[in-house]
């Protein structure tokens, strides 16, 4: 959803639900294991409190889950510069600021943005197609560079007019 058009999610059609928790395997390339980690505790984010209560079988609460999730996935892959280049981790950047940013915490969220946006540049996704440098982890990832760019530079303005900070592009 980060990394895609709407004309292209509706014209290919949205990926199924079991696709979207589908497990990578444990030999994987950490950004997509992080990835998914990331994406769990964003779902986890948008349930219903009701629903919270209601599920049972995890050794710990869901909000201890979704702290050490993201907490695993940002200590070990979103800040750590290796990982860098790839369309996968910038996606993992940019669902770290949407985490932050749905949990309230703007000043991380626009934080992690920033991160994003930085990388996006060494990345060359602000100029044109052509000069784009970066590489796909996964055959499966159906990325647009251009429109991750977009969402970047999007939140990245909505981020600033709410916080009251200058913009990081123009």
């Known amino acids: 959803m980060l990394n895609t058009p709407y004309s292209v999610l509706e014209q290919n059609g949205l990926k199924s639900p079991d696709s979207l928790l589908e497990i990578p395997s444990p030999s994987s390339h950490p950004v997509l294991i ?21 599920i049972n079988g995890f050794p710990e609460s869901i909000p201890t889950l979704m702290e050490r999730l993201t907490g695993t996935a940002i200590n070990l892959v979103t ?15 940019m669902v770290e600021s949407m985490y932050y940013q749905n949990g309230g915490n703007l000043r991380r969220s626009w934080i992690a943005n920033r991160r994003a946006m930085a990388i996006a540049q060494m990345m060359n996704l602000h100029q044109s197609q052509s000069r784009a440098k970066y590489k796909v982890l996964d055959h499966k990832t159906k990325a647009h560079p251009q429109f991750m760019w977009f969402r970047i530079v999007s939140l990245d303005r909505n981020l600033c007019l709410m916080l009251g900070l200058t913009q990081g592009s123009f």
């Open 34 to 54: 992080a990835r998914h980690m990331l994406y769990i505790a964003t779902f986890l984010q948008h349930l219903h409190p009701n629903v919270l209560g209601a």
């Open 79 to 93: 800040t750590n510069d290796e990982f860098f280049g790839s369309i996968e981790g910038l996606e993992c950047v």
